[in-house]
């Protein structure tokens, strides 16, 4: 976006039309634009661990981070020998009377696959191991050569793809998922963790912590000191989503593409209404028959039960787990509505061209944004339970068609979250003081 609160900033009306065949002229500058609602500010000096702030609605800019990379790479590295563990060791062990089974994390994906659920086999494959291998590849790969001041080929690509993919690595999930299931399972069998289990505990938080650590402002100005692109000094600068580099109006509309990670930059993503719509459409309809349709059947001494979302819920209850019963409740019925009611106001609120409560509404979206991905926690119970509980006349757990429904609902809205664009709530703002 193009408002500028710098001194050194023309007014809109002083913008000189750029020349699309000049040269791209790059500079570092000490200034971010904030992403949430486009204002462009100067970067002051802050200390170590404080946060700046955006003048104009609030959300963090940049928090400083002491010791990053040390840390940083000491927790990569012990990331990567969690990671290894948690999945080498058996994760949990179910014992129902004299019989047991044991299963790893990956079992969840192989009972599914063996079932040919290949979309939802792919989904927790990609969300509970390739994603989470992928990132902490490339932490070592980013970190390694900053640490030595070596760069090395491909580091921009995966910088960007880790800013990019960062919501689809979903271990923390996951981990609540296999609470979810323990508890559940508790009822009517004996319930271990195993040493792959406590790896994974660990590894959660080894991650997060990493995460919290790594500073990108940093890693982006050693790949590219430059943060600054255009074709003519007065031209309007929009931002790069990703590594928060300013792009001058012409490179925008001639390439489309920041000149420092090469990431797609738009002044609004295109047709972000029509996209959000078309996806909360889709997710409303797949959400009848996900809560609709049975979510798993558990067959036991040749009875055969069927669970809902709903009745998965009511059963918790029954039981008096309660504090359990409302993690599900929020998660797999509470989050996906509010979703999609959150996202179609905030879809209305642009047609309409609303202009109060605009931070309100940011904050909205944001939390939107936020909870979106916990959603995935009964897919994943689903998931361990097809895996573990095979007993054969004794106990079992199939999945059922719900539990696709439900998988496309979440990654639907997630979708449909992305797709919109935070800034086309500023924009009736602007209008007016133009007007
Ligand atoms: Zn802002
Ligand atoms: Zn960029």
Not at 230 to 252: F, H, N, P, T
Request: proline residues 3%; negative net charge.
């Amino acid at each position: 976006m193009q408002r500028k609160s710098t001194s050194t900033t023309p007014s809109p009306n002083a913008v000189v039309f750029a020349d699309p065949e000049a040269e791209v002229f790059a500079v570092n500058k000490n200034w971010l634009l904030c992403h949430s609602c486009g204002e462009l500010q100067k970067v002051v000096a802050i200390s170590a661990e404080s946060e700046m702030i955006c003048c104009n609605c609030n959300s963090v800019l940049h928090i400083g981070r002491s010791k990053w990379l040390g840390w940083g790479l000491s927790l990569a590295v012990t990331s990567l020998v969690l990671f290894f563990l948690s999945n080498a060791f058996p994760f949990m062990t179910l014992e129902v009377g004299s019989q047991s089974q044991t299963a790893t994390i990956l079992d969840g994906f192989w009972a599914l696959f063996d079932r040919n659920q290949w979309l939802l086999a792919s989904l927790v494959l990609t969300t509970v191991f390739l994603f989470p291998l992928f990132e902490i590849f490339s932490f070592l790969y980013l970190l390694i050569p900053y640490n030595l001041n070596k760069k090395v080929p491909g580091q921009r690509i995966i910088l960007r793809w880790l800013t990019q993919a960062q919501d689809w690595s979903m271990l923390e999930v996951f981990l609540l998922g296999m609470l979810v299931a323990s508890v559940k399972l508790n009822d009517m069998a004996i319930l271990h963790f195993e040493k792959g289990a406590y790896a994974f505990f660990i590894l959660v938080s080894v991650l997060i912590l990493a995460y919290l650590k790594l500073d990108r402002r940093r890693l982006w100005s050693w790949i590219e000191t430059n943060n600054y692109f255009c074709r003519d000094e007065l031209e309007w600068v929009y931002d790069c989503q990703v590594c928060q580099a300013m792009v001058g109006k012409s490179i925008v509309e001639s390439t489309g593409q920041c000149p420092r990670c090469h990431a797609e930059v738009h002044k609004r993503i295109p047709n972000s209404l029509q996209k959000t719509t078309a996806l909360i459409i889709a997710a409303t309809i797949l959400y009848i028959p996900a809560n609709i349709l049975p979510i798993m059947t558990y067959s036991s001494l040749g009875v055969v039960e069927t669970d809902t979302i709903f009745s998965g819920v009511v059963e918790l209850i029954t039981a008096e787990l309660y504090w359990i019963a409302i993690v599900v409740f929020v998660a797999s019925i509470l989050v996906p509505i509010a979703k999609l009611v959150v996202l179609s106001y905030l879809v209305w609120s642009v047609h309409t061209k609303m202009k109060t409560g605009v931070r309100h509404r940011q904050f909205l979206y944001k939390l939107t944004e936020f909870v979106g991905r916990w959603s995935m926690v009964d897919v994943f119970v689903v998931t361990m339970l097809v895996a573990i509980v095979q007993f054969g006349f004794v106990y079992t757990v199939e999945p059922e068609p719900a539990i696709i429904a439900f998988g496309a609902v979440v990654v639907l809205t997630m979708v449909a979250a992305e797709s919109f664009d935070p800034r086309l709530l500023w924009d009736a703002l602007e209008n007016e003081d133009t007007e």
